[in-house]
């Protein structure tokens, strides 16, 4: 009897402490790491790859067809500059928009250069400076190494109208 006393208070004593000490330890949150912006001279599989673009496709988007021909058509020649910021709203918007308008165009990869800023509007090779950038995303059009045009922010028609009117009028 006094064995099943004991090994009954023994296994008690132990139930105890196991629960004193876990309910004593500190239980601190997972670390949650805070996804950095894009910076820099990056690619479109960069910028569909950064935190809360994954699923930005813009198939809420389907732009006019005979304003994709007449870009297709005058696009050739043409280099676009496209400052976006991977935390802006209006960035997660229409840059989804313009990769689907850039497919359906055939504007090659190759004619887009992306640059990516921080908070700040800012890069580390003075393109921002350089190109006067107050606001993302800004799309700058480029032909013979002038620039024919540029969208800031929100287009004032639609997308496509506007890149059509300065692929035509440039």
């Given at each position: 009897m006094k064995n099943k006393c004991f090994i009954q208070a023994v296994s008690l004593f132990?139930?105890?402490?196991?629960?004193?000490?876990?309910?004593c330890t500190p239980q601190s949150p997972a670390p949650t790491a805070t996804p950095q912006p894009l910076t820099g001279k990056v690619t479109r599989a960069d910028v569909q790859g950064a935190a809360g673009w994954e699923t930005l496709k813009g198939e809420d988007y389907s732009p006019d067809a005979s304003l994709v021909k007449a870009i297709q058509e005058n696009a050739g020649d043409v280099k676009v500059l496209l400052f976006l910021g991977t935390w802006c709203g209006?960035?997660?918007?229409?840059?989804?928009?313009?990769?689907?308008?850039?497919?359906?165009?055939?504007?090659?990869?190759?004619?887009?250069?992306?640059?990516?800023?921080?908070?700040?509007?800012?890069?580390?090779?003075?393109?921002?400076?350089?190109?006067?950038?107050?606001?993302?995303?800004?799309?700058?059009?480029?032909?013979?190494?002038?620039?024919?045009?540029?969208?800031?922010?929100?287009?004032?028609?639609?997308?496509?109208?506007?890149?059509?009117?300065?692929?035509?009028?440039?």
């Open positions: 132990l139930l105890f402490i196991s629960l004193f000490v876990t309910g209006d960035s997660k918007r229409e840059v989804p928009h313009f990769f689907k308008l850039m497919d359906q165009a055939g504007i090659a990869e190759s004619q887009v250069e992306i640059i990516a800023l921080d908070r700040s509007k800012k890069d580390a090779e003075g393109l921002t400076e350089q190109w006067q950038i107050e606001y993302v995303p800004t799309f700058i059009f480029i032909k013979d190494g002038k620039e024919i045009g540029r969208i800031v922010e929100t287009p004032k028609d639609s997308l496509e109208a506007n890149i059509a009117a300065i692929l035509t009028e440039g």
